[in-house]
């Protein structure tokens, strides 16, 4: 059984990979953006983000600036 932090830290593992394949399918012309896109929020909505310990969606902003 993981704990708490072990599960947390899984979680994000995952986000991450996620997030790399699909920018990499897409800088390879195999999916458009949108798609991509839409894929990514499907799978975020699937993931029960209020089981991850201090989860919070970024604003474009953020994202911009990071």
């Known amino acids: 059984m993981l704990t708490e932090e072990e599960r947390a830290e899984a979680i994000w593992t995952y986000c991450i ?3 790399k394949v699909l920018k990499r399918l897409v800088e390879k012309n195999i999916m458009p953006q949108d798609l991509a896109d839409t894929l990514s929020e499907m799978m975020l909505e ?3 983000v209020n ?3 201090e989860f919070r969606r970024l604003s474009v902003g953020e994202v911009m600036a990071a």
Request: glycine fraction near 0%; proline fraction near 11%.
């Open 17 to 19: 990979s996620r997030e």
């Open 46 to 48: 699937q993931l029960n």
């Open 51 to 53: 089981d991850i310990p």
